[in-house]
């Protein structure tokens, strides 16, 4: 994207380093700062957690053990299915049912939904809306003892769906935020051609709409996927079988339970928990970034 300097001369618009040096100099170092304040816990913490219980406490320049072992990693792992009476495989297929179970719908939902907000006119529509995004404020807690009456009314407590009923209703309200401002990004002139070759709103929908929203979709997803994988009231109150119990609920316990854990098991534990989060951002981070910066710009 170029600009106009006085004399019909085009410059490259962004920051330049000679004319901005004070801006750009600020603004490096806080970007530096931030990445730093994100990454180096989680370097510490996966440094404390393969080291031998010797060298615990000594490292060199804090993060290279100087000795190093996978023991921790084994006795977190028996640790869990020992103690708390749920192994890690449970957890993670607790978590991963209830997480893809409630994404799915929500998606499903908030697609249709977003869809009908950005297309069609109809009486209340913007105030319908704020109503929805305005649900999302809401804090879990103020629903918590109405919910969970609730659900124990309908026999749902221990069972997935008193996890995945509230969860979709968290997420609902997120995914119409993000998928109705992408929709009303694409041109209505694809959306007219389609509807003088006779397509349906359904076949405009499933074949103009969603092939075009594939980054949004999965920037989402995404979101969503963090939102409920990282959940922790909902489960600890709605789930009291260990055998159910996901993974936040299942590492609090391990951090506030009788038995004294060593540093080096907890950390393990805790990247145990942490690496499926990190694989998933970087193998998906393309379509992140692509659907949140997707209509940022308009050339």
């Not at 051609?193 to 074949?207: N, P, Q, V, Y």
């Amino acid at each position: 994207m170029n600009t106009r300097a006085p004399g019909g001369k085009a410059r490259a618009y962004g920051i330049n380093k000679k004319r901005d040096k004070g801006f750009y100099i600020v603004s490096r170092i806080t970007m530096t700062l931030g990445i730093v304040g994100i990454v180096f816990p989680i370097l510490y913490i996966l440094s404390l957690s393969v080291r031998t219980k010797e060298t615990m406490y000594n490292a060199y320049a804090f993060l290279v053990p100087k000795a190093a072992t996978l023991e921790n990693y084994k006795n977190a792992w028996n640790y869990a299915s020992t103690n708390l009476n749920v192994s890690f495989v449970e957890m993670f297929r607790n978590s991963l049912i209830a997480s893809v179970s409630s994404i799915v719908i929500a998606i499903v939902f908030s697609a249709l939904a977003s869809f009908s907000f950005s297309n069609f006119f109809f009486k209340g529509k913007e105030l319908l809306f704020t109503i929805l995004i305005g649900s999302f404020i809401i804090p879990a807690q103020v629903l918590l003892i109405p919910l969970f009456f609730i659900l124990k009314n309908v026999g749902f407590i221990d069972t997935y769906l008193a996890i995945i009923i509230p969860y979709i209703g968290i997420l609902i309200p997120i995914a119409i935020m993000i998928l109705r401002s992408f929709f009303e990004e694409i041109p209505k002139e694809m959306k007219e051609a389609a509807k003088i070759d006779g397509a349906s709103e359904m076949t405009i929908f499933l074949r103009v709409i969603l092939p075009l929203s594939k980054a949004a979709l999965a920037s989402c997803t995404i979101l969503l996927f963090l939102e409920t994988w990282n959940e922790f009231i909902f489960a600890l109150v709605f789930l009291q079988n260990p055998k159910l119990q996901t993974i936040p609920v299942a590492i609090a316990k391990i951090a506030g339970g009788k038995f004294l854990l060593p540093v080096g098991t907890y950390s393990a534990s805790i990247m145990i928990t942490v690496i499926p989060i990190i694989i998933v951002f970087v193998a998906f981070q393309k379509w992140f970034i692509s659907g949140i910066t997707m209509g940022a710009v308009k050339g």
